[in-house]
């Protein structure tokens, strides 16, 4: 399969959908890249990485485009809404034929190191494309911000990291990132 050429039409209808979602994905998958890099990933791993990031918020295109661009802080329904785009972006994926490595990273990529995270899995439980785009996402989610929400300062996002690592994080991945990204 040509996943390479489903990636790039699965991010031309985010791109219509919501512009910064589509933007941050992007962002997202550079960030992952430098971390794959740093942490000596395989080539082959690192190429399902890069789709993984590219994809990994997918599963927004079940949300509707006013709640994933408001300005103002979601409501309950909206946010346990904005929760499933892991399963919806996971099911969409596999129903595509897209391999299970990268189906998984996509569902998993808010799991958190600790066992806080959406679907309750924790360590190395998560796999490392997930471990690695939770590092990723949340870094992109605070450097650049939220619709509903200012961005950190280079400093707080520091400080929220290195405070998370263990916790949210997997600490060699965010050890790694607050190297690469300090």
Known sequence: M???KMTNYQLKRL???SDWTYRHSLRVMG??????HVLGVESNALEELSIAARLHDIGKLAIPAGVLDKSGELSEEEYQLVKCHTIYGYLLLKSKGYPQ??????????????GRGYGGKKGTGIGIAARILCVADSYD????GRPYREPFTDEEIYQEMA???????DPEICAAALRLFS
């Open 2 to 4: 040509d996943y390479e």
């Open 15 to 17: 791109k219509i959908h």
């Open 31 to 36: 960030y992952a890249m430098e971390i794959g």
């Open 101 to 114: 490595i990268i189906c998984e990273a996509v569902r998993d990529h808010h799991e958190q190191y600790d």
């Open 141 to 144: 989610a605070m450097k650049f």
């Open 163 to 169: 405070v998370n690592s263990g916790k949210q994080f």
